[in-house]
């Protein structure tokens, strides 16, 4: 059965949606503030976590970065405003998915379903070791080794180098990385990307001016590549 934690201070919502998730077969567990989240978090287990950016007592943010100091479970951000900035920035903060308010019951667990089935088949399915040259990806422990070395990626750093690894020697597209990994729109001038894919390349020891693993294919998108 799905578990989900919902924090949000509106009494009338949180009480309605509570509600209306039960019925629909899900655990629900249920806060109203930002600081009893983490406790409740710990102890619940959820699958995904519905998180209000609207907090009486903590930032949205901030809340959201203490639940990823804790793991990798799904957020979901809801927010009362169409705020596209906010949004974009909890994304890139680690969030999975946002809902706007208002919202049904039914919306919020269709969004909870298309998260967790992109990221458990995931874990799932691609749970293989991936061996490229002297790179080594292991999804299960999210550790990546370069010459047998530990590195230390981001979340998304991680991701991005997976997602790569899975189809290697095949040109990506920016568009299609910001859907998959990012869960973006593309928006044509978009940096999120190539800034990422910078900083992979620097934690790789290489350039763009040299590549290795990493090749850009200008206007298209970038690849990872077998350099032996
Ligand atoms: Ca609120």
Redesign the pocket.
């Known amino acids: 059965m799905l578990r989900i934690l919902l924090v949000?201070?509106?009494d009338d919502i949180r009480a309605a949606l509570g509600r209306a998730l039960t019925a629909q077969g899900v655990t629900v567990a249920a806060v109203a503030r930002g600081s009893d989240a983490l406790g409740r978090l710990a102890e619940f287990a959820p699958d995904a976590v519905i998180l209000?950016l609207?907090?009486p007592d903590l930032d949205g943010a901030d809340v959201l970065a203490m639940i990823r100091s804790l793991g990798e479970v799904p957020v979901l951000v809801a927010t009362a405003r169409d705020d596209e900035h906010e949004i974009v920035r909890l994304l890139n903060a680690g969030a999975d998915d946002y809902i706007v308010k208002p919202y049904s019951a039914a919306q919020v667990l269709a969004r909870v379903r298309a998260v967790l089935r992109r990221i458990a088949p995931d874990a799932m399915q691609d749970s293989s070791v991936i061996t490229i040259a002297e790179l080594e990806i292991d999804p299960q422990g999210r550790e990546v080794r370069l010459d047998g070395q530990l590195l230390t990626l981001t979340r998304k750093e991680f991701d991005l180098l997976h997602y790569l690894a899975q189809r290697p020697g095949q040109v990506v597209s920016k568009r299609d990385l910001l859907a998959d990994v990012w869960n973006l729109p593309w928006g044509g001038g978009d940096r999120t990307v190539d800034v990422h894919v910078s900083w992979l390349r620097r934690k790789l020891g290489e350039s763009a001016a040299k590549p290795r693993f990493l090749h850009s294919v200008r206007g298209v998108g970038v690849k990872l590549v077998d350099p032996t």
């Open positions: 949000e201070d509106d209000d609207g907090l």
